[in-house]
């Protein structure tokens, strides 16, 4: 049996991106995406050779229609699955240009923190959101 380290590493990124009155931006997956209609941080995977920043503002564009200025990271997870092994990294993010649409998400929503809880996650995001919540991995 191999281990989780001989599983190839597919690294995503995530956006945290805030507005005025203090709500994260979410999306929600399509009906035929991995993961099927669960929420997350909107972002997707890092391609060979872009940078972190770079995937993120590609795939802001591509699925909600909006430029973004990455601040900093902010949290880095990873999770092992049957295939592979997830790196997230979430980037504390601004819009700088457009305003959200769904291009390639079923759904986005602006949410305040506390209702976060709300909202099925996959894991990986669900480290995100436990963060932001105060909540810690020991308890």
């Known amino acids: 049996m191999s281990s989780p380290q001989d599983l190839p590493l597919v690294t995503v990124v995530a956006a945290e991106i805030v507005d005025s009155h203090g709500r994260y931006l979410i999306a929600q ?3 035929h ?3 099927p ?3 997350e941080f909107p972002g997707g995977r890092v391609r060979s050779g872009e940078s972190e920043q770079d995937a993120l503002n590609r795939c802001l564009l591509a699925t909600l229609g909006v430029r973004i200025s990455c601040d900093e990271p902010r949290l880095a997870v990873e999770r092992v699955y049957d295939q592979y092994r997830l790196r997230l990294v979430a980037w504390a993010c601004t819009i700088t240009e457009g305003q959200p649409e769904c291009r390639y998400v079923n759904d986005y929503r602006w949410v305040p923190p506390a ?6 996650f996959p894991p990986a995001d669900q480290a995100t959101v436990d963060r932001l919540l105060g909540f810690t991995a020991e308890g």
């Not at 209702?115 to 099925?120: G, Y």
């Open 115 to 120: 209702q976060l809880t709300h909202f099925d």
């Open 29 to 31: 997956r399509n009906a």
């Open 37 to 39: 209609l669960l929420w």
């Open 33 to 35: 995406a991995v993961m």
